[in-house]
Structures are given as structure tokens and as C-alpha cells.
């Protein structure tokens, strides 16, 4: 998975906008604040909340 520093700093959960975490083995981001996890697909984040998973 490669997205750059600069923006994983500036990327945030849409349901409660929280700072996103990278969980890179599985190639995806995890929000740290209420869990979701959200697809990283082609190295693009899906930051849909139809399209996250609950831990």
C-alpha cells in the first residue's frame, strides 16, 4: 500500500473524524477514534461509510 505521509496526516474518518490509522499488511485504514476500517483499493482509500467494515 503506498499513500504518502502527508496524506494519511491529513485524512480522517467521515463518520466521526477521527485520525485514520494505515494497517498496511492488510491494506487498509483503521479509524482510531470509533473503529471502522475502510478498503484501500489500487492504493486509493474508500472513504465510504457504506463501504467500511466494524472491527
Not at 16 to 44: F, Q
Request: aromatic letters at 4%; glycine letters at 4%; a negative charge.
Amino acid at each position: 500500500m503506498k499513500i504518502d505521509d502527508w496524506l494519511l496526516e491529513i485524512l480522517a474518518c467521515p463518520a466521526c473524524k477521527s485520525p485514520l490509522r494505515a494497517e498496511a499488511e492488510a491494506e487498509e485504514l483503521a479509524c482510531t477514534g470509533c473503529g471502522l476500517i475502510y478498503p484501500v483499493r489500487d492504493d486509493i482509500p474508500v472513504l465510504l461509510v457504506d463501504e467500511a467494515r466494524k472491527p
